[in-house]
């Protein structure tokens, strides 16, 4: 059987990290290949790197990064952020990453995600989506919406139906994010993630809340979750890897093991 | 030199990238001359059974394959590498390269865990193996090892003598298999951190002759 994936999220701005206060030995925290790196020696089962840099002309520097990573650690990695057009992601596949997560873009024009995986195949094309609570109505019958722009901007879309036809067009995977529960550290959205998970027949990485690792528990259980994605509980040195999956592991839920 | 077959199937550069930290060098290529000339071929690829076939038949690198692998050379097959080396897939109802009699199934619909609830296809994740057989290949992989797999089909050979190791999916099934001078892993082991690169060292100085 499958063991639950723990995910460490980085956000990358012109090819620097932009999180990390507290990290031990002789890590440059502002380096995401000697992050990734240190993720990875930890025992991370994947990587997912989020682009944040503003402008388009400094994206080579993230392919750059890329490319590091690539030749530095040998599990999965993905890359997302600012990925529009097929060119993007081929640009990301070739330097390396397994997979290439399309959020905003795909809102837009849903038919990236169909020609990514034509072109790469299902396994390299993550759904990212933000969801938002809102009400329950006709346009949105699972009271949760998918919002863009860091949730300023609503789309419109049922989150559940959203992830549903996702899935039909071929992405491999969806990233969940819960803009409610994102930054509070006090756990992921066990409704929205259960929800999702349990009506999609790809893999679901949660992500948004995770403080503690109660929180990854709850998720990989009542939550459904394939994948826990964590950030600030690692990257500020609350907790290591390697001790979150020893919980995990207490509580039953299979982990990978690292050697 | 270690060739890795160059055939337009996908994420060729994790496994040079992979051979490279190893400290092996290797090619990444399509020449037949080159990879006549290397010492040990390895056969990765990710997609579809029907699309890799294509295009090792236009590229002629099917019948390149077959001499190596009757001249004896080290092979090492990798996804639908380790798919494409038995005599026919279920994936496009391809046929395939017959160097290990067999076929490739697809995982079959309404598979469930240990509480009843349904398994997602592909196969994607990280999974443990339990060895079958002893080889050189799987030299200092322990029980807890887990491996990166991504896929919805699988090796079936003909002889469970090839069968080197399995996976649990709901099902078993096999996930190395190994006959004669060709190994091949259904899992990624450029991606399955230190116990991928121990089983990728573990082929790259593998010497099947001195065993014979």
Request: with cysteine.
């Amino acid at each position: 059987m499958l063991s639950k994936r723990i995910i460490p999220c980085l956000d990358v701005r012109d090819g620097r990290t932009t999180k990390g206060i507290r990290f031990r030995d002789n890590v440059d925290i502002g380096d995401p290949v000697a992050m990734a790196r240190f993720y990875y020696e930890e025992g991370a089962d994947e990587i997912v790197f989020y682009d944040i840099t503003a402008s388009h002309e400094r994206r080579s520097i993230m392919i750059d990064v890329v490319r590091r990573v690539a030749e530095t650690i040998f599990i999965p990695f993905s890359v997302g952020g600012g990925v529009r057009t097929l060119e993007d992601m081929r640009e990301v596949l070739l330097a390396g990453a397994e997979k290439v997560s399309v959020n905003s873009a795909a809102v837009s024009h849903p038919d990236v995600i169909a020609r990514g995986a034509e072109a790469f195949g299902s396994q390299c094309i993550v759904l990212g989506m933000d969801v938002k609570r809102v009400e329950q109505s006709a346009a949105i019958p699972s009271g949760y919406e998918v919002v863009i722009n860091g949730g300023r901007t609503h789309t419109g879309l049922d989150a559940l139906e959203w992830a549903q036809r996702a899935e039909r067009l071929g992405a491999g995977e969806i990233c969940l994010n819960s803009i409610d529960a994102d930054g509070t550290q006090e756990g992921y959205e066990l409704n929205l993630t259960a929800l999702i998970s349990t009506q999609v027949g790809i893999p679901v990485i949660a992500s948004g809340g995770a403080g503690r690792p109660e929180h990854l528990r709850d998720v990989l259980t009542t939550g459904r979750a394939d994948a826990a994605l964590i950030a600030s509980m690692v990257h500020f040195g609350s907790y290591t890897i390697s001790a979150i999956k020893s919980y995990l592991s207490g509580c039953g839920i299979r982990v990978r093991r690292c050697r | 030199m270690i060739a890795i077959i160059d055939y337009k199937a996908g994420n060729l550069t994790s496994v040079a990238r992979a051979v490279t930290h190893l400290g092996f060098p290797c090619a990444v290529t399509r020449d037949a001359a080159l990879i006549r000339r290397a010492e040990r071929i390895i056969f990765p690829g990710v997609g579809a059974a029907g699309a890799a076939m294509s295009h090792l038949r236009q590229l002629g690198l099917d019948e390149v394959l077959t001499e190596q692998a009757a001249a004896g050379k080290p092979l090492l097959g990798i996804c639908i590498g380790c798919q494409v080396v038995l005599d026919h897939s279920a994936e496009n109802d391809t046929r395939c390269l017959g160097l290990v009699a067999g076929r490739v199934a697809a995982f079959p619909a309404g598979l469930t865990d240990e509480n009843g609830r349904p398994l997602k296809i592909p196969h994607m994740g990280w999974n443990r193996i339990h060895i079958r057989r002893d080889h050189p290949i799987l030299e200092g992989i322990l029980p807890e090892d887990e491996f990166y797999f991504v896929h919805g089909y699988y090796p079936v050979p003909d002889d469970p003598a090839d069968v080197l190791a399995t996976s649990d999916y709901g099902l078993i099934f096999p996930t190395v298999i190994g006959r004669g001078h060709l190994v091949a892993t259904q899992f990624h082991l450029e991606k399955s951190g230190r116990s991928g690169l121990r089983m990728l060292k573990n082929f790259c100085t593998w010497n099947p002759s001195a065993e014979a």
